[in-house]
């Protein structure tokens, strides 16, 4: 069975940094995909970044694009979500999802991913 554990959550004023981290494990492939999503209160959630477990691709949301960086350490089973200049509007709960498919592309939907963590708070003060 497949469990996938986000930490690294907490609260930041604005401007400032934080790293998430998603640790899966169980079964995973090398050609899988991480991806991060967020959930703010009364929102749909969003996809923030994807990353495939082997290669270089990596995808961002507009709103993360310049300020985050997705990584990986597949010998950890681990990806990293860190986030710099950090806004209020980034308040969320943070999920990481993993999809088991193998896809060209990263995608961008929930519904494509399979597994998902508990998520993690992060709050940003202004």
């Known amino acids: 069975q497949v469990q996938v554990v986000e930490t690294g959550g907490g609260l930041v004023q604005s401007g400032g940094s934080l790293r998430l981290s998603c640790a899966a494990s169980?079964?995973?492939?090398?050609?899988?995909?991480m991806g991060w999503f967020r959930q703010a209160p009364g929102k749909e959630r969003e996809f923030v970044a994807g990353i495939k477990l082997s290669g270089e691709t990596t995808y961002y949301a507009d709103s993360a694009k310049g300020r985050f960086i997705i990584s990986r350490d597949n010998a950890k089973n681990t990806v990293y979500l860190e986030m710099n200049r950090l806004k209020p509007e980034d308040t969320a709960l943070y999920y990481c999802?993993?999809?088991?498919?193998?896809?060209?592309?990263?995608?961008?939907?929930?519904?494509?991913?399979?597994?998902w963590g508990q998520g993690t708070q992060v709050t940003v003060s202004s």
């Open positions: 999802a993993l999809d088991i498919n193998w896809r060209v592309r990263i995608p961008t939907s929930g519904a494509e991913y399979d597994y």
């Open positions: 169980g079964r995973t492939f090398s050609r899988n995909t």
